[in-house]
């Protein structure tokens, strides 16, 4: 059974850090990209970072100050998330990339809110 198990968020203060996790399950993790998502200001979910066996990729407004990391024998997906502004609230959410469409493959999320 595909499943992705989010934690970590929490209202933090603008510059302040934090540490996302998401358990995976029901994929062939060690050999799949798997990326973090969030829904901001927009209905749609963004894509944020990925983590392929190989390497990691960020979307330009994180570079420098998110990390995707992964632990393939946990199965599980980190984000490391420094130097936060109010632009990096929303729900985030793990998937593999490219994402599942049907909604059913996705976790409920968790919340980041940065405050000013």
């Known amino acids: 059974q595909v499943r992705f198990v989010e934690s970590g968020g929490e209202s933090v203060q603008a510059g302040g850090s934090l540490r996302l996790s998401c358990i995976v399950s029901g994929i062939g993790f060690s050999r799949s990209t798997v990326a973090w998502y969030r829904r901001g200001k927009i209905p749609a979910r963004e894509w944020v970072a990925s983590s392929s066996p190989t390497d990691e990729t960020y979307r330009d407004s994180v570079k420098g100050r998110f990390t995707i990391t992964r632990d393939n024998t946990r199965n599980s997906v980190f984000l490391q998330m420094d130097d936060l502004t109010p632009d990096d609230t929303g729900i985030y959410f793990c998937?593999?990339?490219?994402?599942?469409?049907?909604?059913?493959?996705w976790g409920q999320g968790t919340q980041v809110t940065v405050a000013t």
């Open positions: 998937n593999r990339y490219p994402p599942y469409v049907d909604d059913k493959y």
